[in-house]
């Protein structure tokens, strides 16, 4: 069964950069007082850079057992390519790096049913990541989606590379699309990265009033994936707005120019992974209300 996992903010900030004072958990607070011989009050002033790395880990190892996965076995892409490139986490690769999240330079992550409990995904604060499991292959591949990936088809791209490289059919494939920023998103500029204005045609809208072109990501996306042969009953995507919603991190909610709330600087994880269940079924996974 493959099952796909959002963490939302419950286990803290999903990378080792966004860990900040401002969003660590009550359990790193915890750990930092034990661990330094601190007080509370004593964090406020507490220089947090030598111990990133290790509350990391422990939002990983949270996220995992919640979600009944090793923490270490989690792997993400750099995405330096920029072309489509692919990459399979394989379980010789699992063996080789056996604490997770390394330098994959590929622009697209993969993994089978072969390679069970090994998850792949993305730290990601407003940008979707778009997910498609071929269920009759048992092969499954994503991709974080930001606007200028989007603009470069890679949504398009994932698909293609299930067709062409493992010989998926378009009507075998499951597509799911992560929490994102709703259409609140906006610059004060013309975005430099929408260069293709037949993707972004109705998705990027100016507002005369405020002077701010306003970017609607979602239905970008949707496009790509139905242009790749996608069956539309085959699509679901999580409607949530990553700006808006209390359960997620968000850059713009972050900044300035979106309303500077420090609570929401931070990265939540969305990916997928194979659990050891021989099953053609896809299962979406949330944190439950605490």
């Given at each position: ?57 422990v939002?990983?190892?949270n ?47 993969i ?23 071929d269920k ?6 994503i ?13 398009y ?58 970017i609607?990501i ?49 990265r ?23």
């Amino acid at each position: 069964m493959v099952k796909i996992i959002e963490s939302q903010n419950r286990f803290g900030t999903m990378n080792e950069r966004s860990v900040r004072l401002s969003n660590i958990t009550e359990e790193d607070k915890e750990l930092l007082c034990f661990m330094h011989h601190m007080e509370l009050k004593d964090l406020k002033t507490y220089d947090l850079t030598k111990d990133k790395k290790l509350i990391f880990r422990v939002h990983r190892k949270n996220l995992g057992q919640y979600f009944g996965f090793d923490g270490n076995h989690m792997f993400m892409a750099d995405q330096k390519k920029h072309d489509g490139s692919f990459f399979e986490v394989t379980s010789n690769y699992v063996k080789a790096h056996p604490y997770g999240w390394t330098d994959i330079p590929e622009d697209i992550l993969i993994v089978t049913s072969e390679t069970p409990n090994v998850v792949i995904g993305h730290p990601v604060a407003d940008c979707p990541v778009v997910m498609m499991c071929d269920k009759k292959q048992k092969v499954s591949a994503i991709g974080h989606c930001s606007g200028e990936f989007i603009d470069q088809q890679l949504p398009y791209m994932i698909a293609e590379v299930l067709q062409k490289e493992y010989g998926s059919n378009a009507k075998d494939i499951f597509a799911y699309v992560s929490a994102s920023a709703g259409p609140n998103w906006f610059y004060d500029s013309y975005p430099k990265w929408a260069k293709d204005s037949s993707i972004w045609k109705n998705c990027i809208t100016y507002d005369h009033e405020n002077k701010q072109f306003h970017i609607n990501i979602k239905p970008a996306v949707l496009m790509q994936i139905i242009h790749s042969g996608v069956l539309p009953k085959n699509i679901q995507f999580n409607m949530d707005d990553t700006i808006t919603h209390p359960a997620y991190y968000s850059n713009h909610a972050s900044s300035k120019k979106g309303g500077n709330q420090p609570e929401k600087n931070g990265r939540h994880f969305a990916g997928l992974y194979y659990d050891e269940e021989d099953s053609a079924k896809v299962k979406i996974l949330k944190p439950r209300k605490r």
